[in-house]
C-alpha cells in the first residue's frame, strides 16, 4: 500500500503545474484524499481535499480560484492542478488519505 506524488519542478511566478497522488494497494475514491504543503521552516499546511461522496472539493482560502483539486478513479489518481503559482506556493507537496502518506513532491515558483 502506498501513495506517490509526481509532477512537482521549478516554475516562474503566474505558471502552472499539475501534481498527481497514485494509489497502490488500495482503491482512492473509497476514501478523502488531502493534499498538504510545507514551505521550509513552516508547519505543514493542508491546502485542499476532496471528499468520498459527491467528490466536493475543499481549499484554503489562498488558493482558492488558482488551484483545482479532481480524481481520475480509472488511474486511482487525485490531482491538484495549480496555477497562477507565487513564490509563497514553494513548499513539498504530500498526499494524505486512508492513513498513508507520500514521499513529497517540490514545487518552486521562483523567476
Known amino acids: 500500500v502506498q501513495l506517490v506524488e509526481s509532477g512537482g519542478g521549478l516554475v516562474q511566478p503566474g505558471g502552472s503545474l499539475r501534481l498527481s497522488c497514485t494509489a497502490s494497494?488500495?482503491?482512492?475514491?473509497?476514501?478523502?484524499v488531502r493534499w498538504f504543503r510545507q514551505a521550509p521552516g513552516k508547519e505543514r499546511e493542508l491546502v485542499a481535499f476532496?471528499?468520498?461522496?459527491?467528490?466536493?472539493?475543499n481549499y484554503i482560502d489562498s488558493v482558492k480560484g488558482r488551484f483545482t483539486i479532481s480524481r481520475d478513479n480509472a488511474k486511482n489518481t487525485v490531482y491538484l492542478q495549480m496555477g497562477f503559482l507565487k513564490p509563497e506556493d514553494t513548499a513539498v507537496y504530500s498526499c494524505?488519505?486512508?492513513?498513508?502518506w507520500g514521499q513529497g513532491t517540490q514545487v518552486t515558483v521562483s523567476s
Open positions: 494497494g488500495f482503491t482512492l475514491s473509497r476514501y478523502e
Open positions: 476532496i471528499t468520498t461522496v459527491g467528490d466536493i472539493p
Open positions: 494524505n488519505a486512508f492513513g498513508y
